[in-house]
């Protein structure tokens, strides 16, 4: 589709589940140095949804800061995961407690959770047995259920088929910063989540969790054709977390229209840009 | 006097008054300000059924909050 001057692409809202994100980035709240520069960079990304972690309350003699006092409820639509669990179980009763709680603020993120059972420490990818066992569970419990998953096609389309409202592949692993390991496992996935001629809906909504270090990684992952990237790291541990956020939004921003712009294909071989006729240099 | 209980409290070791509610407890904890939810004995305490929730001896306690994670 072609646009005049006048028209700006714009990005267009996400929906998934009952939830409209008008941001295609979803940030992570932890590793930053101060509560302070997790305000500014979650602003900077101008993202709508932000993760958080379930943890035991710290039962002591407290004046600290909470990271709630530093999270703008009525801006911010709060999604809490499963992290640290190992199995399904955990999974299922953290997602409960994160409910429970997003319930207490009135926040709409009460209703939805971003599922990690997680197979083991040293590589945080996720257990894929693990990972259907909770979901179905709490799917079939009422929540709208976003899948940390690895890039594996046919474990996306069972989370698919198992009531996830979106499968969320990591790009290379949590934390990393490898960026977008296995492009054309994310466009396999792509294909068979989005693509109707497999099976697929294009409203389908599908995000690359974890493994961002670049913003160009995020354009990369958007113009392989994903709806939307989820980072943390990327921004909380940049030497500057403010500056990387408003890259990182830029970039999303970039490789979405790009994806919907219509690429050139690759040649081997240069194809001028300036005409061959009319040169005063003839040779 | 009402008789003391022993339960655990996100894995230490505490007393409380017996029967007292799930939300007394929770009130009474030296904690930051904020939401918090409870499971007790692995089973969420729904903050809607802390109030009518009763505490027993040796009940295993979890006290939860939201913090920065991805």
Same mark, same amino acid.
């Given at each position: 589709m072609s646009t005049t001057l006048t028209d700006t692409p714009t990005i267009a809202p996400l929906q998934i589940g009952e939830h409209t994100l008008h941001s295609r980035l979803v940030v992570g709240? $932890?590793?930053?140095?101060s509560y302070e520069t997790m305000q500014q960079a979650l602003a900077c990304s101008e993202c709508d949804v932000v993760t958080v972690a379930v943890r035991r309350e710290r039962l002591m003699d407290d004046q600290g800061r909470s990271l709630l006092d530093f999270l703008d409820l009525d801006r911010y639509t709060i999604l809490p995961n499963t992290a640290g669990c190992f199995d399904a179980a955990d999974a299922v009763r953290v997602a409960r407690l994160g409910r429970d709680l997003l319930e207490q603020l009135g926040n709409? $993120?009460?209703?939805w959770v971003k599922l990690e059972v997680l197979g083991? @420490?040293?590589?945080?990818?996720?257990?894929p047995v693990g990972t259907l066992e909770a979901c179905r569970e709490l799917v079939a419990d009422g929540m709208t259920v976003l899948c940390y998953a690895s890039d594996d096609p046919i474990m996306a389309v069972r989370l698919r088929d198992a009531g996830a409202a979106s499968v969320m592949p990591a790009g290379?692993?949590? $934390?990393? *910063? @490898? *960026?977008?390991?296995n492009p054309e496992a994310i466009v396999i996935i792509r294909d068979l989540l989005k693509d109707p001629a497999h099976? $697929?809906?294009?409203?389908?909504p599908l995000i690359v969790d974890?493994?961002?270090?670049?913003p160009s990684d995020v354009t990369l992952a958007m113009e392989l054709g994903v709806d939307g990237v989820l980072l943390n790291t990327g921004i909380?541990?940049?030497?500057?977390p403010i500056a990387m956020a408003t890259a990182m939004r830029a970039a999303c921003h970039a490789g979405y229209l790009g994806f919907r712009s219509g690429r050139i294909e690759k040649k081997l071989y240069a194809t001028a840009s300036s005409p061959w006729t009319g040169r005063i240099t003839p040779h | 006097m009402r008789d003391v209980i022993r339960i655990v409290i996100n894995g230490q070791p505490a007393t409380a008054e017996d029967n007292i509610s799930v939300q007394t407890l929770v009130d009474d904890l030296? @904690?930051?300000?904020g939401p918090c939810a409870v499971e007790r004995n692995g089973q969420l305490v729904p903050w809607t059924e802390r109030s009518t929730t009763a505490v027993q001896d040796g009940d295993q306690i979890e006290v939860v909050t939201l913090v920065g994670g991805g």
């Open positions: 709240t $932890g590793k930053y140095d709409p $993120g009460a209703s083991d @420490r040293t590589t945080l990818l996720p257990d290379s692993p949590i $934390g990393s *910063g @490898r *960026g977008i390991a099976g $697929g809906d294009p409203d389908f974890a493994g961002v270090g670049a909380a541990s940049a030497a500057d | 030296a @904690r930051p300000k």
